[in-house]
């Protein structure tokens, strides 16, 4: 990437920045209803390698999609595509004070648009570049907030704290137990004796235009029913399974199903966090079974292709659980299985989805890792 860098821009870089995508082991759109997610920083990650200019230009080159473009350094409200999550770090960054310009490319091994915070890992990792090439203090909470805020209000995908988060936070050998209303998480030991094997159902979702906003904007107008009737409730995390009954009676089916599945994967997270903490894979592995039936059933957020791989991976023996992982409508499977088993499991998975579909899925066995990080390139060392 660095004799890319110098082919390309005429010049060595200066920085590396590395942000990791993520799995959430379970927890499926519980961060946008103030609940509890469980992620996983993985080691699949988006590299940026950067040089400072003496001007406003920001000249971008993506290797892995062979474009660039050019951005201003206050921002470019006409960005298109993924230079739009650029452009819009740009603008928040000069609300603070601005950067300077610089020549910057991208490239990894963390696949764009298949659910594993692509995304969130654009965001952070560029906004980490600016931070050291101008040498702004921004904390961990902030780079978090700021990278949620350009996704909603400059991109317009609604999403949750949940894959800017753990692209920060990212701990190797643990997942992150957050709640989402008050930002509180823990650290919790992921054992080795789980592997994270993922399958490509090769389905790939354009979040902004998906139906992802559309099941927030359920959930709000849900919210908005129950509130009419009891005001005390702040998020559907104020509910309980309890509640359930008495929602049936007062929602319409559709809106009491994707409540019904917010409120009991709640649960289930606490439920799953306790479950790897007691080292118990097969506890746990039936709860991300739970966790994507209530996706497909009640949340519908499932695809044909993702409910394929899902039967396939529960046969295999040494399987723990498996669910979609991310926003759903397409991207990635997570299996948790034995480390015995990873090998078998990927090929008899993959021949019964070839088989069916007649394309092979892509696999992954991925491993935790830390958040993001940021080195000089003459060795400086690591850096958050
Ligand atoms: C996407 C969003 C997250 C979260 C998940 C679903 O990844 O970015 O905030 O809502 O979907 O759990």
Known sequence: MISGFE???GQGPDLLVEAPGRVNLIGG?????????LPVAIDRRTSFLARGRSDDLVEVYSAGLSRGGSLKTRGDAGALGWLRYLSGILAEISMTGGVKGLDLMIDGDLPI????????ALEVG???????????????????????R?????????CGIMDQFVSVMGKEDRAILLDCRDMKFEYVVLDRSISIVLFDSGVTRELVTSDYNT???????????????????RALRDLEPADLPWLES???????????????????????????????????????????????????????????????????????????????FGGNLLVLCHPSAVKETVRNVSRSFTDRFGYTPGTILCRSSDGVKAKWIDGGGDRK
Request: charged residues 30%; contains cysteine.
């Open 126 to 148: 560029f906004l980490t570049v600016l931070k050291h090439l101008n040498r702004i203090e921004i904390s961990d909470e902030k780079v978090v907030e700021i990278c949620h």
């Open 7 to 9: 082919e390309h821009f």
């Open 113 to 120: 648009g298949s659910g594993l915070g692509s995304s969130a």
């Open 29 to 37: 759109s519980t961060d946008y209803n103030q609940g509890f997610v």
């Open 250 to 328: 007062i929602l319409e089916p559709v809106l009491f199903r994707r409540c019904r599945h917010v409120i009991t994967e709640i649960g289930r997270v606490v439920m799953a966090a306790e479950a790897l903490r007691e080292r118990n894979g097969k506890g746990l592995g039936e709860l991300v079974n739970s966790s994507h039936l209530s996706l497909r059933d009640d949340f519908e957020v499932s695809c044909r292709e993702l409910d394929h791989l899902f039967a396939a991976a529960r046969q295999q023996d040494g399987v723990y659980g498996a669910r979609l992982t991310g926003a759903g």
């Open 150 to 158: 350009v996704e909603n209000e400059f991109v317009g995908m609604k």
């Open 215 to 233: 099941r927030r904007k359920e959930c709000l107008d849900a919210l908005e029913r129950i509130r009419a009737r009891r005001p005390d409730v």
